[in-house]
């Protein structure tokens, strides 16, 4: 009889516990809002500057959903070795990183805080005969969304 009693009072206790944590761990990865997975993003062919043969436009040709600007980085490396945003930078409007005379911008164009369509990254003073590789990852996970090679 104490042996039922035992396991009931058990039951109770035991049984709401389980059952909260398992709700917990169902629930907690969709709290802070953030998309499980990367949108879909396309980059435009680069675009040499006809005033300056050194800067390249590399415009955003597609995204499919509207992301804050944070929840992406964004690294440049070349083929002859310096690297930009390394570790990757988070993208925001303005000059991401610049080294020896290279550097990267991104250019929100519509001012939203979100990747979108139109949107702009800059590289500016190149040098012929090399391979840029511009990558955008997924912040919260770090997987690549798309890249772009820029041959000068």
Known sequence: MVIIVVAIILLVILVP??????LYVF???SIDGQPETPPTVAFA???????????????????DRMVSLSDFRVSL??????RLCAPPC?????VLDALA????SFNDTGSGGT????DVFILNGTTAGNIY??????????????SREIAT
Do not use: E, K
């Open 77 to 82: 490396a070349a083929n002859f070795g310096p």
């Open 17 to 22: 516990i389980v059952l909260a944590a398992v």
């Open 101 to 104: 005379g290279l550097s990267l």
């Open 90 to 94: 988070t993208l925001a409007g303005g």
């Open 27 to 29: 629930v907690s990865g």
């Open 45 to 63: 062919p680069a675009q040499t500057d006809l005033g300056d043969p050194d800067r390249f436009f590399i415009g955003v040709a597609a995204v």
């Open 115 to 118: 990747l979108s369509q139109g």
């Open 133 to 146: 590789t511009l990558r955008l990852l997924w912040g919260p996970s770090g997987n690549l969304v798309t």
